[in-house]
Nanobody, 127 residues
Framework: QVRLVESGGGLVQAGGSLTLSCAASGSIFSNYDMGWFRQAPGKEREFVAAITWSGVAKYYADSVKGRFTISRDNNKNTGYLQVNNLKPEDTAVYYC????????????????????WGQGTQVTISS
């Protein structure tokens, strides 16, 4: 079972940037597609971005397109989420999650399809 640990969150001003990292261990990272989700206070967790195991296909929520970039380095067992032009509404706990490539019918935005989750990293945007 893969284990995930996020890092890189923090407090930034609106318009700022952060790079979130997701370090994987315990299994072969390239056996997993990876997703990023977030949960704002009082709201349900929502899809942010996803990347397939090879890094070829990337998907984004409409609310972050053009501002966030997902990537991965399988040699380093690490995934990344570059978040730019941050807005107060981006304030949330950000989670990375792993979906096993052996599982059929991958729907990247479906949280139920992800087998492993990190503990989350807090991102707070001040206006």
């Amino acid at each position: 079972q893969v284990r995930l640990v996020e890092s890189g969150g923090g407090l930034v001003q609106a318009g700022g940037s952060l790079t979130l990292s997701c370090a994987a261990s315990g299994s072969i990272f390239s056996n997993y597609d990876m997703g990023w989700f977030r949960q704002a206070p009082g709201k349900e967790r929502e899809f942010v971005a996803a990347i397939t195991w090879s890094g070829v296909a990337k998907y984004y929520a409409d609310s972050v397109k053009g501002r966030f970039t997902i990537s991965r380095d399988n040699n380093k067992n690490t995934g990344y989420l570059q978040v730019n032009n941050l807005k107060p509404e981006d304030t949330a706990v950000y989670y990375c999650a792993a979906h096993g490539t052996w599982m059929p019918n991958y729907v990247y935005s479906d949280q139920n399809q992800y087998r492993a989750w990190g503990q989350g990293t807090q991102v707070t945007i001040s206006s």
